[in-house]
């Protein structure tokens, strides 16, 4: 399974070529987006979007299934939260969520925040920007 995190979805809708075939070349059923990211796309979405904008994101979504945020990802996110502490780092709190979703599921992250997520030990992040 591959989570796309939300600056891959944005890199989508942006048009970055990479990012655009590396989506349209996985099947639907190898990807999904952690709630958490459904929530971040549609604060953005909502708060500086216009109508057409909220539909292409809306059709977007439709597409690709949700990893919750449960109590398996809950228990990952707390444990590299401590573990991220332990040796004096930190990460976004909802970065934390992101991570622990993929965790929880033996996931691969695709995200371009790579030195964000490199911090967790052995989360597997995959750049398509690159």
Known sequence: MILLDTNTLIHY???INKVVARLKAA???ELAIPSVVAYEIAYGTLKGGSAQRRAIVSS?????AEAPFDHGA???AA???V???GR???IGPMDLMIAGTALSRGAILATSNTQEFSRVKGLRVEDWTK
Do not use: C, F, M, Q
């Open 13 to 15: 809708l942006k048009g």
């Open 27 to 29: 099947s639907p059923r």
């Open 60 to 64: 977007l979504l439709a597409g690709i």
């Open 74 to 76: 809950a228990e990952e």
């Open 79 to 81: 444990r590299t939260r």
């Open 83 to 85: 573990e991220l502490e």
């Open 88 to 90: 004096g780092l930190t």
